[in-house]
């Protein structure tokens, strides 16, 4: 099981599609204190958690983000890190590895400059995040390079494998555009049905001609899929929102995703594990009974799920059928 905390709403860059609308002028002043973040990951640890991912926002702006890091390791959880790269500088990296970050996914695009600093918000953010990438690896940590997939930019990810395989990076996961915060903005560059499952197919026959990790993100359909292709996959669902996976947003509240604005309590008013175990909402995500639609009767339900946040969004239901289904590919 893995969670997500996203740490801060601040960042330094400003990309058209951030679902969490962060930015360098953000009220932070409500945001969860040292005291409150080490209280909660105890609580992540009690409520049976393995990994926790610290992101934001940038988390490297968070003031006590090496202390959130050390304590995540000591309470025995694997820490890992989302992040733009900007800030990777090569003392960050090494500081980073020494209190315990095992990896890190830098968010990267393109390899086309203009694209992703024009997505990005900011001129040279992306020299500044292949910077970051390498002094990830030369620190010693784990890299993933999250590519968010549109319309635009579809036809690159064959380009960044070769890429970054020969820069011995460990993993390419491409995150399929989900409109929720700022990407309410940019619904119509989504990939859908046939440029939708055709970009799944080409990640999946990509994986067995390449050493990198490739896991397509908020697209559940890869796993039915990688089924009847015959593909052998380490992974167990494709949707783990309120299963085995959720976020807690800065300010403490729990939600199913962060992609999806349905909350499930928050930690501020109640202890994290109890959150987990007990919410209406988890519960109701956890039993397939519940999902309507194709997404609850479907052959493939145990191991698709339906990506919950699109149906929300299309839908304004997180547990109706997912509007891309498998089935209708």
């Known amino acids: 099981?893995?969670?997500?905390?996203?740490?801060?709403?601040?960042?330094?860059?400003?990309?058209?599609?951030?679902?969490?609308?962060?930015?360098?002028?953000?009220?932070?002043?409500?945001?969860?204190?040292?005291?409150?973040?080490?209280?909660?990951?105890?609580?992540?640890?009690?409520?049976?958690?393995?990994?926790?991912?610290?992101?934001?926002?940038?988390?490297?702006?968070?003031?006590?983000?090496?202390?959130?890091?050390?304590?995540?390791?000591?309470?025995?959880?694997?820490?890992?890190?989302?992040?733009?790269?900007?800030?990777?500088?090569?003392?960050?990296?090494?500081?980073?590895?020494?209190?315990?970050?095992?990896?890190?996914?830098?968010?990267?695009?393109?390899?086309?400059?203009?694209?992703?600093?024009?997505?990005?918000?900011?001129?040279?953010?992306?020299?500044?995040?292949?910077?970051?990438?390498?002094?990830?690896?030369?620190?010693?940590?784990?890299?993933?390079?999250?590519?968010?997939?549109t319309e635009k930019n579809q036809e690159e990810f064959a380009n960044l494998v070769s890429y970054y395989e020969k820069k011995r990076v460990h993993a390419i996961h491409p995150f399929f555009l989900v409109p929720t915060g700022r990407a309410l903005s940019m619904e119509e560059d989504s990939l859908r049905e046939v440029a939708y499952f055709s970009m799944i197919r080409s990640v999946l026959e990509l994986q067995g001609t390449t050493s990198l990790e490739l896991k397509p993100t908020c697209a559940p359909q890869f796993m039915p899929m990688a089924h009847e292709m015959g593909l052998s996959q380490r992974f167990t669902r494709g949707c783990l929102a309120g299963t085995a996976y959720c976020c807690i947003l800065p300010e403490g509240q729990v939600n199913v995703c962060p992609y999806l604005p349905v909350g499930a309590g928050n930690v501020r008013e109640e202890a994290f594990d109890k959150i987990w175990k007990s919410s209406p909402v988890f519960l109701k995500l956890r039993d397939i009974k519940n999902y309507e639609g194709e997404c609850g009767s479907c052959e493939y339900a145990d191991i698709c799920g339906g990506c919950r946040a699109r149906a929300y969004y299309y839908k304004g239901n997180y547990l109706a059928e997912e509007p891309w289904c498998f089935k209708r590919g």
């Open 1 to 149: 099981m893995l969670i997500s905390w996203n740490t801060t709403k601040k960042c330094n860059l400003n990309c058209v599609h951030c679902y969490r609308e962060s930015g360098i002028d953000v009220d932070t002043s409500n945001e969860l204190t040292t005291e409150e973040g080490r209280k909660l990951i105890t609580e992540i640890k009690k409520a049976g958690f393995r990994m926790l991912i610290l992101s934001g926002g940038e988390p490297l702006l968070r003031d006590d983000i090496f202390e959130m890091i050390a304590a995540a390791r000591q309470e025995g959880l694997i820490p890992a890190m989302g992040s733009n790269g900007t800030l990777l500088s090569k003392d960050v990296a090494a500081e980073l590895f020494k209190n315990g970050l095992k990896g890190v996914a830098i968010s990267l695009d393109s390899l086309d400059k203009k694209y992703h600093d024009e997505f990005r918000g900011q001129v040279g953010a992306f020299d500044k995040a292949q910077e970051g990438i390498e002094n990830a690896l030369t620190a010693g940590l784990r890299v993933q390079i999250n590519m968010t997939v």
